[in-house]
């Protein structure tokens, strides 16, 4: 009798199985023939092999009869083997038989089995023992010689895979493939490690070992896909089951489960990489969504700050430039914040991508960091020209405020002056004055007319006031152009009622001096007049004796004829008029209205004295804050790109090291919101220069803004390179040296010779890490991106094909996958993501709703339009 165990025993020299089988035969050789034992081989052993035979569509019942053809063996061993064995021979005769058994056992001899003693003769002649040799032979090298577990292999590797999935379970110690399994227990424990849902481990009782197998074998059948290959009757009512039959049955659930085993690590490495994925977009949305946000407020804010629509007061203005302030010290500093998180959270996102082996991120069109940076440069260009406009715009309308008032002043000076001035003129108080007052009031009049004169150079200067307030824009023009209008109009009516005045005096002069000649002619006729008087009085008063009538009528004649003469010398007397009373002369502005104006004017000028040592005290305080906080940010700022080349220490340590930095930095703040106070204070008192300083607050808000971003961008390299070093597996020796080696070439036109440094060499192939490292092309190289091409020059990484791999064990082996399959194997977030992108799959062995995993798996590392 031919001893199949020791020919089988050979069939894989070196391997960890020999040594099992080789145990083995020292206790099976004398015990094969237990019928027990050939009696659960011969049912184990054909289940078994039904199990893969139905694939086929056919089946055995008799294991040593319907092999004997050699073609369901031949069936046999191209379905567990994946392969395809040479044409069977299809003749009834014992000669095909022979053949096809022998064709069968090459191929088994082909897979490294040495077959001593085990011929084509015994299975055609259907000796029941070399069959069942050889189907054991065709399971270990078929079922359990793959079987590996922590570098055990074949029967050790599926024990200590019992033992590993069994050991949380109570009353459950698998020890071996025969009694350890009689009560059952281990069977369901298997499955209830696997399928917790099929059964209730709690219920079973270890003293009812039938009940355990049959419920074991029964779900295993049912929902496993594992049939029945003992009897729990069998089992039970044996001292010790048969080994073979055990492990038989016990590899069917590895498989089972290593199958499952295979679609759940599948069904990680798919999640990983959607989840990588979906992180990825997220990214990728809050990216362009900030990004948008940045680019709507930026585009929003320049015409504000492009609007040069000028206030009409200096209170407007004033306020639009603590408008200006408000955006400054508000509104900016929150958006300064989201641009250098932008650039962060993008060189991040690139750092992910690299490091999962994706494309480069490219923004949506307009949205690229560089596109920002050019809108974020325009902004800060108007905001810029906004300031210088505004603080000329405050001086302009100082000017006009001082020119404004300068003309209210000297016009109000005028209309004083001329005040009454066209009533007086207009007054004909010369026409009751005698030649003296008349030729007093054109003496007063020449007077007036040089005084006139003399306020001619005050209306031409309120003119050319009112004229530069219309060149200067001023808000209120009307109203001075109708004041110097009415000014000059009044001045022209001065002028005519002066001219007039003066002709009528000078014709009144020369009346009087007319009527004077007539007074004189007059007085020449008076005398004789008086003379008369003087005689007729003294006639009149004469006393007179007459002692003759003759005498008396003589008297009477003579004083009749004095009578006649009265009415001429009273018409004499009436032309003598009274002389008038002097005309009072028109006052004029006296010394005690200069003696108000004096102290008014030493009031003023102090006044503007405090206010320049106030302004000086204010140039001086900026100056000094000012000349201590340039220097400490330029400091600062080079300190910081010293620590950004001299990183020491595990890259934990950096990371501490430069948040503290940046703490420490944080804690200067207040002294720029004192220095802003200060530069408030200055703006408020419109002073413009400061030779006490070279720094301006625009310099200092720019550099403290640098020194911030940059320290931000200092600690986003760091977290960057941790999540290289982390996911990459590189060492911190291997960082030191990707450091040195790119701090010694610093400048992007030497990278080319950090390259080479490392053994790149050739145009074509630094173009190939130039479009890596520089995907944006911005012309600048960082060392994040350095490691990143370095990690990944050196690891591997999931990749398309693995992903296609993965789908594939989900697929069943498919070029397609379903939605229920997705559903069943997935997460449900993650199976409607696969679901929503996957394109219908096209190929002629689809289904209704089948899916293309592989174009899929592909675009997940190409560029796609996720």
Known sequence: MVDYHAANSQYSAGGPQISYMEQENDWDRDMLLDPAWERQQRKTFTAWCNSHLRKTGTQIENIEEDFRDGLKLMLLLEVISGE???????????????????????????????????????????????????????????????????????????????????APYKNVNVQNFHISWKDGLAFN??????????????????????????????????????????????????????EKAIMTYVSCFYHAFSGAQKAETAANRICKVLAVNQDNERLMEDYEKLASQLLEWIRRTIPWLENRTPEKTMAEMQQKLEDFRDYRRVHKPPKVQEKCQLEISFNTLQTKLRLSNRPAFMPSEGRMVSDINGSWQTLEGAEKGYEEWLLNEIRRLERLDHLAEKFRQKAAIHESWTDGKETMLKQKDYETANLSEVKALLRKHKAFESELTAHQDRVEQIAAIAQELNDLDYYDSPSVNTRCQNICEQWDVLGALTSGRREALENTEKQLETIDEMYLEYAKRAAPFNNWMEGAMEDLQDMFIVHTIEEIEGLITAHEQFKSTLPDADSERKAIQDIQEQVKRSAKPTTSTTQQLVPQRDAALQEERSKQQSNEQLRVQFATQANMVGPWIKTKMEEIGRISIEMNGTLEDQLTNVREYKESITEYKPNMEQLEQVYKLIQEALIFDNMYT?????????????LLTTIARTISEIENQILTRDAKGISQEQLHEYRASFNHFDKVREFKACLISLGYDGDAEFARIMGIVDPN????????????????????????????????????????ITAEELRRELPSDQAEYCIARMAPYEGPDGVPGALDYMSFSTALYGESDL
């Open 84 to 166: 395809r064995l040479p044409k069977p021979e299809r003749g009834k005769m014992r000669v095909h038989n022979i053949n096809n058994v022998n064709k069968a056992l090459d191929f088994i001899a082909s897979k490294g089995v040495k077959l001593v003693s085990i011929g084509a003769e015994e299975i055609v002649d259907g000796n029941a023992k070399m069959t069942l040799g050889m189907i054991w032979t065709i399971i270990l090298r078929f079922a359990i010689q793959d079987i590996s577990v922590e570098e055990t292999s074949a029967k050790e590797g599926l024990l200590l895979w019992c033992q590993r999935k069994t």
């Open 189 to 242: 424990a298997l499955i209830h490690r696997h399928r917790p849902e099929l059964i209730d481990y709690d219920k079973l009782r270890k003293d009812d070992p039938v009940t355990n197998l049959n419920n074991a074998f029964e779900v295993a059948e049912k929902y496993l896909d594992i049939p029945k290959m003992l009897d729990a009757e069998d089992i039970v009512g044996t001292l010790r089951p048969d």
């Open 694 to 706: 070279q720094y301006t607050m625009e310099h200092l808000r720019v550099s403290w803004e640098q």
């Open 777 to 816: 092309n911005s012309g600048a190289v960082t060392f994040q991106a350095f490691i990143d091409f370095m990690s990944r020059e050196t690891t591997d990484t999931d990749t398309a094909d693995q992903v296609i791999a993965s789908f594939k064990i989900l697929a069943g082996d498919k070029s397609y």
